[in-house]
């Protein structure tokens, strides 16, 4: 699949097109360092991973436009104390200029975000992105609990990095995430790329917490050894938590076309009802943008 078959397969599922849950747009010197770690990450991951769309703002959002991708996120995540305020500040701004664009932010465990996110909430903020392996904290760090109640109150979905892939760090995996929801069962925590590789940990969470989702970033890609192997194993899974599953992609830090995200969940074959839903029914229904 190419990525200008897209717009012709969402008008044969009558979708007005594709609702992504998991875009970054990011500072253009923040999304240059995001690059050179992916440049880098050969050695790491044993394979290169060439970033496969590396033009400006402006083209990348024309490409989304023209692949049919009415709404996306612009996720940036706080890497370290004190930087949250200057990444929000770009990406509310790039929102503004954006009309497909979700009102995205982020938060560090620092003291101030027991200010900065009620007052994000209260301004809109749609969605909010955490990354435990980057930003090297623990989902229950002490600094977070105002911040997890504030988006467990208001209802504003967090997409969250928990999962030990594509690297293991010290604080991911779901245990950490469990203890989270234990104590704010109605937090609604999109577990980004399926918790890879801890898949059957983070599913078991979905169903044990009804406002947990998983977004369907870079999973089961032929990017990835073992992926027809990996889709059998989740198939039945994913067919029953159908409702909870959110598009998600990663662009544009992929290392192949954007398409090829959409034709694996057509070969897990779920009937077209599914892939509706994740293509679009989901993420709509989760960010109340219905059109």
Known sequence: MADADLPSLTASLDLPGLFDVHVHFMHPKVLAKVWTYFDSAGPLLGRPWPITYRGSDEERVAHLRDMGVRHFSALSYAHRPGVATFMNDWTLDFARRVPEALRSATFY?????????????????????????????????????????????????VVLHAGSGPAPGTHTGPDGVARVLERFPGLRIVVAHLGMPEYEAFLDLADRFAEVRL????????FWEGSHELATALRPRLADLGDRVLFGTDYPNIPYAYAHQVEVLQRLDLGDDWLRRVLWHNGAALFGRES
Do not use: I, N
């Open 109 to 157: 465990p620092e003291p101030e975000a027991a200010t900065y996110v009620p007052a994000l909430v209260a301004s809109g903020v749609e969605v909010f992105k955490a990354h435990l392996q980057v930003g090297d904290f623990a989902a229950d760090d002490p600094l977070l609990d105002p911040v997890w109640g504030t988006l467990a109150e208001s209802g504003t979905p």
């Open 215 to 222: 977004d369907t970033t870079m999973v089961l890609v032929d």
